[in-house]
């Protein structure tokens, strides 16, 4: 998920996360009218992708976009990372150690 600031606007957002390759969804309230707002008063845009990116690139990509207030990817974040399948399944994914340092 992104979040974009109200101030300058989720549309310029949503067209960059297009040419960064994603596919930006702004993200609606269901118990009231129009979309999710943040604490912060910030719009909640979600960004769909397919296939594998640079992860660190698109981060950092992303946060030298004027208008994104954070990136939700949390790169380098967490050691390990848990993904609830279609099935029900749970796919764990660990992050590599460096060894010999």
Known sequence: ?????????YVPVMNKLREFGLEPVLRLAESKAGPVVSDNGN???????????????LETKMCRTPGIVETG????????????????????VRKPTLTGF
């Open 43 to 57: 719009f909640i845009v979600d960004a769909m992708f397919s296939g594998v990116h640079n992860w660190d690139a």
């Open 1 to 9: 998920a992104v979040v974009s600031t109200q101030s300058t606007g």
């Open 73 to 92: 990817l949390f790169i380098d974040y967490a050691k390990v990372a848990y993904f609830g399948m279609e099935d029900g399944s749970v796919s764990v």
